[in-house]
T-cell receptor, first 118, second 115 residues
Framework: AQKVTQAQTEISVVEKEDVTLDCVYE???????LFWYKQPPSGELVFLIR??????QNEISGRYSWNFQKSTSSFNFTITASQVVDSAVYFC???????????????FGTGTLLAVQP | DADVTQTPRNRITKTGKRIMLECSQT?????MYWYRQDPGLGLRLIYY???????NKGEISDGYSVSRQAQAKFSLSLESAIPNQTALYFC??????????????FGPGTRLTVL
């Protein structure tokens, strides 16, 4: 069965610290996609990144970076030099592939609340 | 203007009332979804629709129904609201990608309280 685990319920850091949010997933499929979304205090969900199971290259976008390791079924998210505006709940999600156009269900983790203190 | 809008943004209702949450999108996407978010549980899929004539149940569809009035509109109804349907509800849209899955973009959410 599909499952996404975000074991860190809450993390608190001081501004400018680096922080890594963990995401571990379970799936039977060899083809799947992984996502990260950000939910700031205002409540909306903001898409951050999508990664497919065939692409294990790490990705960097400004202060954000993602480390995908199939060997450990992990897709971790690191924020470098954190800022107060990074304070939010971050969700990791998994989408399995069941053939072209079949399903596109996102399975979400329970989220990690990141609090960045000034 | 936002690409995905939800109305109302906040709603308080009483047990047993019928309530409809509406979602509209200007992204031109074919696929639309309804999720609910509960503290500590993440988001769970209620219903999804790949086009106007294709509606499917998600993980937690009991107590809910949907209507896809047009490509751009997808409504969620609670026929007889109960307190454990108090949650934050999100609409999402996606477009068929060249690959086998596509990225979902979410609306701002509707906070529903059932007393």
């Amino acid at each position: 069965a599909q499952k996404v685990t975000q074991a860190q319920t809450e993390i608190s850091v001081v501004e400018k610290e680096d922080v890594t949010l963990d995401c571990v997933y379970e799936t039977r499929d060899t083809t799947y996609y992984l996502f990260w979304y950000k939910q700031p205090p205002s409540g909306e969900l903001v898409f951050l990144i999508r990664r497919n199971s065939f692409d294990e290259q790490n990705e960097i976008s400004g202060r954000y970076s993602w480390n995908f390791q199939k060997s450990t079924s992990s897709f971790n998210f690191t924020i470098t030099a954190s800022q107060v505006v990074d304070s939010a709940v971050y969700f990791c999600a998994l989408s399995e592939v069941h053939g072209a156009g079949a399903t596109n269900k996102l399975i979400f983790g329970t989220g990690t609340l990141l609090a960045v203190q000034p | 203007d936002a690409d995905v809008t939800q109305t109302p943004r906040n709603r308080i209702t009483k047990t047993g009332k019928r309530i409809m949450l509406e979602c509209s999108q200007t992204k031109g996407h074919d696929r639309m979804y309804w999720y609910r978010q509960d503290p500590g549980l993440g988001l769970r899929l209620i219903y999804y629709s790949f086009d106007v004539k294709d509606i499917n149940k998600g993980e937690i569809s009991d107590g809910y129904s949907v209507s896809r009035q047009a490509q751009a509109k997808f409504s969620l109804s609670l026929e007889s609201a109960i307190p454990n349907q108090t949650a934050l509800y999100f609409c999402a849209t996606s477009d068929r990608d060249r690959g086998y899955t596509d990225t979902q973009y979410f609306g701002p959410g509707t906070r529903l309280t059932v007393l």
